[in-house]
């Protein structure tokens, strides 16, 4: 495999996906929404003096963890321990959420969309192995998702420090179980429904019906996610650590299999009526 021509392809879709103002635009709202608009408003309905009566909901939950985690969480007061636990372990899925939704989108017409636009035929005949052209799909599928988490990210960390920083002491965030999140858990979940998705774009016959079963792909691992980051309560370090080799482990499995199942008529999508006649 020859990874200029992986990147050859992958900058092709990546180069068309920039221009097209149908396909960022949601994006940058959809990452709006989940690393800043939401933590503004609930570390803010959290930080403000009014907010007793939550503060003091939380504060029962917290009580009531296991030693350990309870130590885990920072802050003097129950308002400071409250937004940290906001911001560090409620919020935590969120990275893991938006790029499997922002990067479904792409995996699931990376092969399918070539041949609505009518040029799969050019691909067929091009001088690309079947698993350049795959791992360019993948790639260029997984590029924007995992770019709009690293933006959304930084931005939300500001957003934490800004809003809970004072409270807790100083600026905390990232901590490391956050580091090892979006470094070490976040690429392998992506690749996992990746795999998956751009496999199925090569099988489904319409952009429609691809987009429809990488909803099914995608629901799924994002429930896995939120009950694996769950452990962040407990350990975020360990949770972190042990939920990313896991991933990891499926993402090469899954990378694996998907490119030994790929051969050219079935990537490209060439005599599939005539497969599904006999």
Known sequence: MRWNRVWTVARIDLHRLFISKDYWIPMV?????FFVFIPWVLLGVVTRPQSLEIVAQIGEVLTSLPGAAGDVVQGETPQARAAYSLA????????????LTISSAVGAQAIVGERERGIGEFLAHSPLSVKEIY??????????????????????????????????GGWFFPTTG???????????????????????????QSTAAAQQAASLI???IIMASYVATSGFVLDPTLA????GTVAWIFAIWGLASGARAMNRERLLGVGIEVSKAS
């Open 218 to 220: 995608s629901l799924p």
């Open 29 to 33: 709202i959809l990452m709006g929404i």
């Open 178 to 204: 956050w580091w090892l999140l979006i470094l070490w858990v976040v690429p392998p979940f992506l690749l996992v429904a990746l795999s998956i998705i751009v496999r199925l774009s090569a099988r489904v």
């Open 88 to 99: 560090v372990f409620l919020l935590a899925p969120v990275a893991i959420v938006v790029p």
């Open 240 to 243: 972190a650590a042990i939920v």
């Open 135 to 168: 791992a360019g799909k993948l790639l260029a599928s997984a590029i924007p998702g995992y770019v709009a988490t690293l933006v959304g990210f930084s931005i939300y960390a500001l957003i934490v420090n800004f809003r809970a920083g004072p409270l807790v």
